[in-house]
């Protein structure tokens, strides 16, 4: 009986020691990260990646989504921040999933994580995003993806002024409808050009894969706009196959600028259809070689518009041509803020890239006339360290007539910035644009303002003061970003510019004589204008602005408040300009 009883006594040590064995496992499993809590998803989204130094699979990826607002922080602990999130469809969780570029069994790669990052943090409705690890049992590793949406479902409801013209718009937009990242706008603008009604739609994960389709339609004052696209892109780096289909039709008028005021409109007809199919081999040496093969369909009709004018108009153009395209990107980007945004994370492509297109037109394919067509651009980066950032680009495109042994539309750039951090909150900016264009189909001509955010202009001026086939700007900013978030909505930063440039024609001659001859009643055109005529001197403008940054909305609109004041020609223009108006950049 003593035996029976020491034996059962002997036997509760065992068990006894094998449940503290085991339960010294769980924790020194859970010390290892075997499975990481989602409890505290706000400080890992915070926390950098750990470094795992040997090969390991990824076990598990979990997607930790975060709404707009953190109601754990006191600041954002409030009725209409609580009430917003749970009037938010969260981002679903397939289409964040879908979007990585690793999957569950895959061996651990950091570049295919980060690039992932970059590719989650490219959709306009995600906030900054993290993908962080820890190393599991058995050479596993358990992935967390970290994301925080931003308000997407917003009325479209803006007014701007600058360079003279007033800009409204009024309309609805969601970027990311219902969670599902789909893109649904219905928006009515009115500016000096035209009034237009738009509905469109965009899907970049069609029926889960990667395939992008949008369609448009545009109802304008002076025509209208379709636009179709159904392509599978090089969505990474190393990617191997692309293909799509494009269409966009597009009748309007644009305006002709014999002085800054809008003297005549052309009406313009314009199609074009493209058909590619691309290749590559993937990352090789850090760098990507992509080549792309296609058809494409150009044709621009042009008729103009009632005018008292005894002007020519354009002549028609018909370019049907197949193309090779070859390009190398260098795998090379770093993360900045207070670069083109406010306080968000920017994936910044800090390599070298080329591009070069080569086609050929013939009569065979319909066109007009034989041409070559040569398309290419080139941006490297020449300077990249802490505090500083300087890069160049480039671009040229022309068709060469075979018929005539001359350059038409031919189009070329050169874009310099320079970016110089001086402290934590101040940030000196230095930009150069150059364009150039001759014989430029539709009668097309360069204005002060350029044609994207990210170009220059001379704030000081109306846009269309010069115009011309040359365009040189140069601007100096001083940036001072503030830490100050409005409501906890708003981001605020301020700067003070120079602007230098000049709109001019290359030849000799006057702007008007190069297209008009004489007025249709006999009257000089030199006499009729000559009240309005502008000048072609170097312009300059001093000013100051704010710039207004959402922090918990689609990352498309920062507010622009500028006051410029002309240095040059102040007697053709108003003593200073006052510009409201959106942008997706600085």
């Known amino acids: 009986m003593q035996l029976f009883r020491a034996s059962k006594f002997a036997l509760h040590l065992v068990v006894l020691g094998l449940l503290i064995k085991l339960m010294s496992v769980e924790a020194v499993a859970n010390i290892d990260g075997c499975e990481p809590s989602t409890d505290n998803a706000e400080s890992i989204h915070k926390t950098s990646p750990i470094n795992i130094p040997q090969i390991k699979t990824i076990k598990r990826i979990d997607i930790v989504r975060q709404s707009i607002f953190d109601t754990s922080n006191p600041d954002e602990n409030n009725y209409f921040f609580r009430m917003a999130n749970r009037l938010h469809y969260t981002t679903k969780e397939s289409v964040i999933r879908q979007q990585l570029l690793i999957q569950e069994g895959d061996i651990y790669d950091i570049k295919k994580i980060k690039e992932s990052e970059r590719i989650l943090r490219s959709n306009r409705y995600l906030d900054d995003v993290k993908i962080v690890e820890s190393v599991g049992c058995d050479h596993h590793v358990i992935l967390q993806v970290v994301t925080r ?8 409801l803006s007014f701007s002024r600058s360079g003279g013209d007033n800009n409204t718009t009024v309309g609805f937009q969601d970027t990311n409808f219902l969670g599902t990242g789909k893109d649904v706008w219905i928006v009515s603008k009115k500016n000096e ?3 237009s009604k738009t509905v469109a739609y965009q899907d970049k994960q069609l029926l889960g894969t990667r395939m992008k389709l949008l369609t448009k ?41 014999l002085t800054y005021k809008e003297d005549y409109e052309v009406n313009h007809d314009e199609e074009t259809n493209d058909i590619f199919y691309g290749w590559s081999d993937g990352i090789i040496n850090n760098n990507v070689y992509r080549w792309l093969v296609g058809f494409s369909w150009r044709r621009h009709d042009y008729a103009l518009v009632d005018t008292a004018l005894a002007v020519t108009p354009p002549e028609d153009q018909e370019v049907n041509f197949p193309w090779l395209e070859l390009s190398k990107t260098e795998d090379s980007f770093t993360q900045l803020t207070n670069l083109y945004s406010l306080h968000r994370t920017e994936d910044f492509f800090v390599g070298r890239a080329w591009r070069v297109r080569l086609g050929w037109a013939d009569e065979t394919f319909g066109s007009d006339q034989d041409r070559l067509i040569m398309d290419s651009d ?6 990249n360290t802490e505090n500083n950032l300087m890069q160049v680009s480039f671009r040229f495109g022309t068709y060469w007539n075979k018929d005539t042994s001359s350059a038409e539309d031919l189009d070329a750039s050169a874009r310099f910035k ?80 120079l602007d230098i440039g000049r709109a001019w024609h290359s030849e000799n001659v006057s702007d008007t004589d190069t297209i008009v001859n004489d007025m249709s009643d006999g009257t000089s055109v030199d006499n009729a204008m000559s009240e309005d005529r502008t000048s072609n001197s170097v312009l300059a403008d ?34 200073f300009q006052f510009s409201v108006e959106f942008k997706e950049v600085f």
């Open 542 to 575: 001093i000013g100051f602005g704010f710039r207004l940054s959402p922090s918990r909305s689609h990352k498309s609109k920062m507010l622009h408040l500028d006051f410029a004041v002309p240095l040059r020609e102040r007697d053709l223009v108003d003593s």
């Open 217 to 257: 339609y545009a109802n304008n004052s002076d025509g209208k706009q379709q636009q179709y696209e159904l392509v599978q892109p090089f969505y990474a780096f190393d990617s191997r196959r692309a293909y799509g289909l494009t269409h966009s039709h597009f009748i309007r008028n644009d305006g002709i600028y």
């Open 193 to 195: 050009e035209r009034t």
């Open 418 to 497: 320079y970016f110089n951090r001086s402290s934590s909150n101040t940030q000196n900016i230095f930009g150069l644009d150059i364009d150039i264009i001759k014989n430029a189909s539709g009668q097309r001509q360069l204005l002060l303002e350029g044609d994207s955010d990210t170009d220059l202009n001379l704030r000081g001026y109306p846009s269309h003061f010069q115009f011309g086939d040359r365009r040189m700007v140069f601007s100096y900013e001083r940036r001072f970003y503030t830490h100050y978030h409005v409501l906890n909505l708003f981001y605020l930063a301020g700067a003070v510019f």
């Open 149 to 156: 949406d931003l308000w997407t479902l917003s009325p479209e």
């Open 378 to 383: 080139f941006t490297e980066t020449l300077l």
